[in-house]
């Protein structure tokens, strides 16, 4: 059966690999982002704002000094060995540490510097004295509650008085407890249980909201309405903030229902291209005989690292049965792993210990590996209605522009395939070169 899976970035590919709900997929692959992150994802864009009230100054900072932080936070920052804001954080600081607090919704792809921004503003406002509730953050998931909370004890390891606590199913607090804790991350049902039905959060004072992974939080069944439940009870003078990593048209009406005078701050993505990519298609009869193309060029692509795409996971597991049956050394990143499990496939290959991957579209998102420079379609990514899936295809072979190394890609196309192979170079307007296998001495 086939079902419409949604990406991190917004595009939407069809694969026949799982029914799962879009959420779920979604937080996954959110949550995969982190595991393997190592840095700051640069963009060369610019930041766009738009101010609630354009006649204020718009202030932007180049160090962290100019927020004048508490002295402890600013340790934090440094000892996380951040030196100076990102891109986003340089608008957004100033913006969520102003006095008084003002909303804002922030749009940027992951990897940009949210969660460092609005775990900064958290524990700039939280005041340690005080033992009660004070900043709420809202997850998808536990785990990425989990993760937002790491940030906020590695952030806030010098703000000593200051705790975590998760509002998550399974984590029972007998009722009448008085939470002591200030800062609390959750998903939206068990905090809304908190709040309501135990009593445990006095919404009346928190100071600071924060919605996080909003794209993921409208795809999940219940969560828009839960976390505009919970808004409603927030004192007016509260700060409410709101990220996505995405901004489609359904994020942005469900932003703007429930952030009340925000600012906006959004940075583009860095575009993918097709030109510094030579393309090859090699035409095949049967899976076979594509199977043979591959380990006819399996010499040639091994030079770097590749990852090679197929569009089923029954595909993917079947041809890396048969790779490694023949012997090649091979790792496969399946939609079956957990995401611990594919976090730890994608660091292996990017520690260079396997140089040949095999995935599905799903698998594949957030692995940004600038060191491969081999893509082989196995299958070409197609939709439900058979057509070209030309994000996908530019996603799994495209570069940005300004990481712009040569790249190769291949194609293994059958024979009644090759009209979607036509489309699609018709689409990018770029050529695709048909290959002899059995001549590598083709490819320049
Ligand atoms: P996002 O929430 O947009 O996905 P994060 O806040 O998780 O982004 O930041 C991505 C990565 O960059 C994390 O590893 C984080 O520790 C790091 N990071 C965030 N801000 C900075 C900064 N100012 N300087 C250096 N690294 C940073």
């Known amino acids: 059966k086939s079902t419409t899976v949604k990406n991190v970035d ?16 979604l937080a996954a692959n959110s949550l995969l982002n982190k595991l393997i992150r190592q840095s700051l994802v640069e963009s060369s864009h610019r930041v766009e704002v738009l101010q609630k009230d354009p006649n204020s100054p718009l202030y932007s900072v180049k160090t962290f000094e100019e927020l004048r932080l508490k002295e402890e936070l600013l340790k934090g920052i440094y000892a996380m060995g951040f030196n ?6 340089e608008m957004a600081l100033p913006m969520m540490l102003a006095h008084p607090p003002q909303n804002l919704i922030a749009q940027s792809q992951s990897g940009t510097g949210k969660t460092a921004a609005f775990v900064l503003a958290m524990l700039s406002r939280v005041n340690a004295l005080e033992l009660f509730p004070q900043c709420l953050c809202l997850a998808p998931t536990y785990e990425l509650a989990l993760q937002t909370g790491r940030v906020v004890e590695r952030m806030g390891k010098f703000c000593v008085d200051v705790q975590v606590m998760y509002a998550v199913r399974g984590n029972r607090i007998p009722r009448g407890t008085h939470v002591t804790k200030q800062i609390i991350i959750g998903t939206p049902g068990t905090v809304l249980d908190w709040c309501f ?12 909201f924060v919605l996080d992974e909003a794209d993921v939080m409208i795809d999940t069944q219940g969560f828009s309405d839960q976390s505009i439940r919970i808004q409603r009870a927030l004192p007016s003078e509260c700060q409410m903030l709101l990220f996505s990593a995405t901004f489609e048209d359904s994020v942005w009406q ?19 291209t097709l030109n510094n990519i030579r393309q090859y298609y090699v ?83 957030g692995i940004d590996v600038k060191q491969v420079t081999i893509v082989v379609n196995f299958d070409l990514p197609v939709n439900s209605a058979e057509e070209p899936d030309y994000e996908t295809y530019l996603h799994r072979i495209g570069r940005t522009g300004r990481f712009g190394k040569k ?38």
């Open 197 to 208: 039905k135990q009593k445990l959060i006095d919404l009346t004072k928190i100071r600071v």
């Open 283 to 365: 035409l095949c009869r049967n899976r076979k005989d594509k199977y043979q193309a591959l380990c006819n060029i399996y010499g040639g692509i091994t030079i770097g690292q590749a990852i090679i795409f197929c569009q089923t996971r029954q595909n993917a597991k079947w041809l890396t049965v048969e790779m490694m049956h023949d012997g090649h050394q091979v790792s496969l990143l399946s939609g079956e792993l957990t995401v611990d499990q594919r976090a730890s496939v994608i660091q292996r290959f990017r520690d260079g210990k396997e140089k040949v991957l095999i995935t599905t579209n799903v698998c594949a998102r």
């Open 10 to 25: 917004g595009s939407v590919n069809n694969t026949e690999e799982d029914g799962e709900e879009d959420g779920v997929e």
């Open 84 to 89: 100076r804001p990102s891109k986003i954080q």
């Open 407 to 444: 790249g190769l890609a291949f194609n293994m196309i059958e024979v009644d395939k090759l009209a979607l192979l036509m489309k699609i170079q018709h689409h990018f307007n770029s050529n695709i070169k048909q290959l002899n296998p059995e001549d590598m001495d083709e490819i320049e």
């Open 254 to 272: 469900f932003a703007e229902r429930i952030i009340p005078d925000p600012n906006v701050i959004k940075l583009r993505k860095e575009e993918l």
